[in-house]
């Protein structure tokens, strides 16, 4: 089952549950799938719009000075896989990486990211790098 066809099932969960807040994140999330240009969308294409909303929700919760997570992320962030963590990406690198073949640690930012895709927060890559 694709990740669109679970986020429409969840949806009529939520309905039946009566689950208002759900309900009404699961419907935003809907509405930015109308917005594509072809009706059936990739899992990797329904990533990338829940991650732009959760960041969109979260810069939004930045600025008002509220607290820096609520429901809406809670349930979107649901949809999305695993994040790689600090640990993980250190890991990585002490296996796969050799930083003598660099001329600076940052170029190796490209073989990291190739290797953990979305999974991981360029970010955070680059904080580690900077730590070694």
Not at 45 to 66: M, N, P
Request: glycine share 4%; hydrophobic share 40%.
């Amino acid at each position: 089952m694709s990740l669109q066809e679970q986020i429409k099932k969840d949806l009529a969960a939520a309905m039946k549950a009566k689950d208002d807040e759900k309900k009404s994140v699961l419907r935003v999330i809907m509405g930015e799938f109308g917005r594509q240009a072809q009706k059936e969308i990739g899992d990797d294409e329904v990533i990338k719009i829940i991650k732009k909303l959760v960041k969109s929700e979260k810069e939004v919760l930045e600025k008002s000075g509220a607290v820096q997570t609520n429901r809406f992320i809670q349930v979107a962030e649901s949809y999305l896989p695993r994040t790689a963590t600090e640990e993980d990406i250190r890991f990585w690198i002490a296996a796969n990486i050799n930083l003598n073949d660099f001329k600076n640690k940052m170029q190796a930012m490209r073989p990291i990211m190739q290797h953990f895709g979305a999974n991981a927060d360029g970010n955070l890559v680059k904080k580690v790098l900077s730590e070694l």
